[in-house]
């Protein structure tokens, strides 16, 4: 599978002009807050795209809520803090159980790092979805990587270094733009969660667990699902980069800055970058409106829903989360499979439907580091 490497790109984004003197490499303390506005950025902007509301861009049957991960911090605080522009090499920021961690850059005179995400998510102007490519001479790798369906974790750090007030470096786990796969499956939302992921809400994949922590514990933005601090609802108990450098230069404005629960207010920087998708996007960011978590599942190929934890029993034939995938012996080693009474001993991986072998694999990383709790939570 061809990972493209070498075709992640950098985005310098010179948002204020003016004229800061600072320290070389002096890496940005990011308080649980700031960890907190970055994460609750990327998953508002992944359930706009899961609900079909960005641009041109299909839905997503299958886009997952992310959870901030100190691992992919630290790796990133590596980068950052050498002042350098664009990306380390992939070995420099892989984890224990992740093959592959994709990468986005930004630098520029604000220290409002939600937009600097929303600035990688306006790519989606320049990604063809149908085709998985940018349009010629533009970007769109940060674009897909920030709604990469299958990533399920982000860690970010931020410096100051000459030339930018602020430099931005997240990691992601496991990355996107990954060969020619498509940054997400289109289709109706939620409607091919996989794994563990088998609730929705606003659009979004979620675990059981994390249904549970948002209802219960307060992770819904602005408090419970209305808005007023209750507990609300019901309790579940690759798009290859273009090599293409580019900055993108504003006029001086006021401070932008986000509210993932009530939506945008924009500066004349934010209206240059958005034209007339500002005029509506408050509109747009939006919580969500199904009144909590529901079991987002269906059972294919004759399987039965266990509702109460939102599960799937499949038959004999099938397995997968939703019973999508056929289990069956090898033609060639079938007859063995059967008549063996050894086979699940010797060669059970030849023979998964007899040896019992045909298991969805878990998606889940159990080992995320998150000191500061930060919430995994929705729009």
């Known amino acids: 599978m ?16 003016v004229s800061i003197s600072h320290t070389e490499g ?45 691992r992919l911090m630290e790796k990133a605080a590596n980068w950052a803090s050498q002042c350098k522009v664009g990306h380390d090499t992939p070995a420099e920021r892989v984890i224990p159980g992740h093959k592959w961690v994709g990468q986005n850059w930004a630098g520029g005179h ?42 399920l ?10 030339g930018y007030l602020r430099i931005l470096v997240c990691d992601y786990a496991d990355g996107g733009n990954v060969g020619t796969y498509p940054a997400y499956e289109s289709g109706s939302p939620a409607s091919k969660c996989v794994g563990e992921y088998t609730y929705t809400s606003g659009g979004l994949c979620l675990r059981r667990d994390q249904c549970a922590a948002m209802y219960t514990g307060g992770g819904r933005i602005g ?50 970058l958005h034209g007339e998708e500002a005029k509506t996007k408050r509109s747009r960011v939006r919580r969500g409106t199904d009144g909590g978590c529901r079991c987002a599942i269906q059972c294919l190929n004759g399987g039965t829903l266990d509702s109460a934890n939102c599960k799937c029993s499949c038959t004999p034939d099938y397995y997968g989360t939703r019973c999508e995938m056929t289990c069956s ?27 019992n072998g045909c298991k969805a694999g878990d998606i889940r990383d159990k080992a995320v580091v998150n000191a500061d709790g930060v919430l995994a939570r929705l729009p």
């Not at 506005?37 to 706009?48: E, G, K, P, S």
């Not at 979805?129 to 533009?138: D, L």
């Not at 012996?329 to 010797?346: G, H, I, L, V, Y």
Request: aromatic fraction near 10%; charge should be negative.
């Open 2 to 17: 061809a990972l493209y490497f070498d075709r992640l790109v950098c985005l310098s984004l010179l948002l204020l002009l």
């Open 26 to 70: 002096e890496l940005v303390a990011l308080s649980k807050a700031d960890k907190q506005i970055i994460l609750d950025t990327h998953n508002v902007l992944r359930a706009r795209t899961a609900r079909g509301e960005t641009g041109s861009q299909p839905s997503a049957a299958d886009m997952m809520l992310l959870e901030w991960d100190d």
């Open 110 to 151: 604000s220290t409002n790092l939600s937009l600097f995400v929303d600035l990688w998510y306006v790519e989606h102007n320049d990604y063809n979805f149908a085709a998985k490519t940018c349009t010629p001479e533009k970007m769109c790798g940060h674009y897909t990587q920030v709604v990469w369906s299958r990533t």
């Open 153 to 162: 974790l982000v860690g970010c750090a931020a410096a100051t270094c000459p």
């Open 223 to 272: 408090g419970g699902v209305d808005g007023g601090g209750g507990t609300g609802g019901a309790d579940p108990g690759s798009a290859p980069s273009p090599t293409t450098k580019t900055a993108t230069t504003t006029s001086a404005a006021t401070t932008t800055t986000f509210d993932p629960w009530d939506g945008w207010t924009f500066d004349d920087g934010y209206e240059y």
């Open 329 to 355: 012996d090898p033609e060639m080693f079938r007859s063995n499979c059967e008549s063996d009474p050894d086979a699940c001993k010797t060669f059970p991986m030849f023979c998964p439907k007899t040896c």
